[in-house]
Structure formats: structure tokens, C-alpha cells
């Protein structure tokens, strides 16, 4: 995704629904969470005030996130070994690379079973919202939406927040500096554009422009590639999933006796069964009949008591198909495009050349 587009999608966030409801909220547990997390307050709390600082902060995950309950107790079971903790990670005279790899590395330093990433940002930022950022699994999700690959996955943890911390800083200061975002703005802003339905919404609106569409290769092709991503292009969008008959066999070309069904699969709330029936270019009349004989299959040999439905994708749908499939209640059409998508590099926009 191109940084104008970015900077399109931060600038509808801030005048969401979504931000507006939540926005003062946030801020306000930040400033209360902000006066206990810091190390002069942590030294001077009691243990059991610290305790129940804490069990407060971890139930609720303070709107932002949601903890494991289970780690709760066991990560204050010693409540010396968390102060330490604690003023570990806040300690800035060490580098951060050094103090979130000690807390968050199963064999670091200052390492507890249960703190993670989640949680160890979570302090950072409370403690400092202008040098520090969240870093959980929403934050990934968001990542992947804007395209970004920041870190590799061998890094260990203190490597990737750094890497973190450095690209949601472009989010924040670079891309869209007039809206003055904070850390906070930011991971509301990956949650959005992953998670929330009007943030999804805005991103397919934006990506879905400048596309050219282009006539499609082979079915095969196609056929592979839906596949490959099949949770991306069908399953989250219609609630579908591919029929698994052992771990060996799945749901694609399944074959039977009247003939190869290009996807075979299963609603994800009702477990009916849902034959789908791909064809490159206009599909006619004949689809219906074909996907209708593998329905009929389907039904006498797999589904039992689940009811069948089918759905026959292709590129375009003739007049034949057209009315025919008016009497056909349990099989629905629908179209597909292939596209082609062209951008400016970052180096050609700046007009830099290597």
C-alpha cells in the first residue's frame, strides 16, 4: 500500500465512528496507568498495592488488548521477582533493544512465564507514550493489511520491537504528520483497518481503485491460486471452509464418481455442505447442470442430514445461465475478475535512482 493511500486511510480513521467512541477513553486510562507505571511510584508501592495495581490492569487489558487469565496469578505469584521486572524494562540508561529481549525471551534475564510481547509493550507505552508503542497480534494484523514486512523472523524479541518501534514511528510522525497522531492513535489505527468493519470497508474501497482487469489464463491457473489462498478470496468473505476428509485429501479437485469437484467445502456455522463449481470466461447453462450432478452426489454420499447448496464462480454468466438458474433456489452465481495492479516505487516517487 502506498503511503498516500495510508495517509488516506489515518485520516478517515480519525473522523471514524470507532475513534470518536473510543478516543477520550483511551487517553484517560493511559493517564491513570501512566501514574503507577513509572519507577519512582513502582518502588515506593507495597506489595500487595502493587499486586492489585496490577490484577486490575491485566483483567481488563485496558480496552487495548486481551490477556491469557490464566498467567494472571503466576505473574505476580513473586512479587519481588515483578517489581525487578518491572524497573528493568523501564530502566532507560540500558538500550530497549537489550531491557524487552531480558523481559520478554523465555531465557531472559528478567524474563516471567507469562509476560509476552503484548504485555511488556503495554508497560512501555503507559510508562511513555511518546518513545514507546504497543506491539501485539493486532498490531501484526494491521501491519499485514498496510503490506508491511518489518522484521525477520529470526530476529529475536528486542530486535523486532526496535523494528517495531521504528515503523509505527513512520505511521505516526512521517506519513501523515498534521494529524499529530500519538502510539496510542496508532495501534487504534491497526486494529481499525484489520478488525473493525467500517476500518475493513475503507481498505477494500481504497484498494479496490486503479485496477485493470485482464482477461483470465487457464482455469488450472486459477484454480491453484484460489487454492493457495482460499481462506483470502472465498472462505472469510462467504463463511465457507474446505471439506477436509482426512488429513491427506482436502476439499480441492475432490473426486468422485461423476466427476471432479473443483471445490468441495463446508459452511462454517451450519456444516452444510457447498459445491463449487470455477469456470474461466462466461459460464453457461451446462455449469448449472454439472454442479447440480455433483450436488446430487454430494448429498447421497457425504452430507447425511446437511442440507447442499452450490455456487458456480466465473468470469461472466451468458443469458442461458441467466434465466435458468431463476428456478434454482439452492445454487447462487457469482463473478470473479482477474487484476492487474501498477505502483510507483518509493524511490520513483521521491525521484531517487539507484
Not at 493457495?228 to 477436509?244: A, P, T, V
Request: net charge negative; glycine share 6%.
Amino acid at each position: 500500500m502506498s503511503d498516500d493511500q495510508i495517509r488516506s486511510l489515518l485520516s478517515k480513521f480519525k473522523e471514524s465512528d470507532s475513534y470518536k467512541k473510543w478516543h477520550e477513553h483511551r487517553i484517560e486510562r493511559y493517564k491513570s496507568n501512566s501514574e503507577w507505571i513509572n519507577p519512582d511510584s513502582i518502588k515506593k508501592l507495597t506489595d500487595d498495592e502493587l499486586r492489585q495495581r496490577f490484577l486490575e490492569y491485566y483483567k481488563g487489558g485496558e480496552g487495548r488488548q486481551t490477556f491469557n487469565q490464566i498467567y494472571r496469578d503466576r505473574i505476580v505469584r513473586d512479587i519481588s521477582l515483578f517489581r525487578k521486572m518491572l524497573l528493568h524494562l523501564l530502566n532507560e540508561e540500558i538500550p530497549i533493544e537489550q531491557r524487552f529481549r531480558d523481559v520478554v525471551d523465555a531465557r531472559g534475564d528478567h524474563h516471567i512465564d507469562g509476560v509476552g510481547k503484548g504485555l511488556a509493550s503495554a508497560f512501555l507505552m503507559d510508562f511513555n507514550m511518546d518513545k514507546y508503542c504497543l506491539w501485539n497480534n493486532r498490531t501484526e494484523n494491521g501491519l499485514n493489511v498496510l503490506g508491511w514486512k518489518v522484521y525477520d523472523w529470526g530476529d529475536d524479541a528486542g530486535t523486532k520491537y526496535v523494528k517495531v518501534l521504528s515503523a509505527l514511528k513512520k505511521l505516526r510522525d512521517d506519513i501523515a504528520p498534521e494529524l499529530k497522531l500519538t502510539f496510542d492513535d496508532v495501534d487504534f489505527f491497526l486494529h481499525f483497518i484489520s478488525a473493525e468493519e467500517e476500518g475493513i470497508r475503507l481498505v477494500q474501497d481504497l484498494t479496490e481503485e486503479k485496477e485493470i482487469i485482464i482477461p483470465s489464463p487457464r482455469e488450472e491457473w486459477i484454480q491453484e491460486i484460489i487454492e493457495e489462498n482460499f481462506d483470502e478470496i472465498i472462505g472469510n468473505k462467504l463463511g465457507l471452509e474446505l471439506y477436509e476428509e482426512d488429513p491427506e485429501s482436502s476439499g480441492s479437485q475432490y473426486q468422485t464418481s461423476v466427476g471432479r469437484i473443483d471445490f468441495l467445502t463446508k459452511d462454517k456455522k451450519t456444516g452444510d455442505f457447498v459445491v463449487i463449481e470455477l469456470k474461466c470466461g462466461k459460464a453457461t447453462d451446462s455449469a448449472l447442470a454439472q454442479v447440480l450432478r455433483y450436488m446430487g452426489w454430494v448429498k447421497e454420499n457425504l452430507a447425511e442430514e446437511k442440507n447442499v447448496r452450490g455456487l458456480i464462480l466465473a468470469e461472466g454468466i451468458d443469458d442461458r445461465l441467466k434465466y435458468a438458474i431463476k428456478f434454482v433456489s439452492n445454487v447462487e452465481v457469482l463473478t470473479y475478475k482477474v487484476l492487474l495492479q501498477i505502483a510507483r516505487t518509493e524511490a520513483e516517487k521521491t525521484g531517487e535512482r539507484s
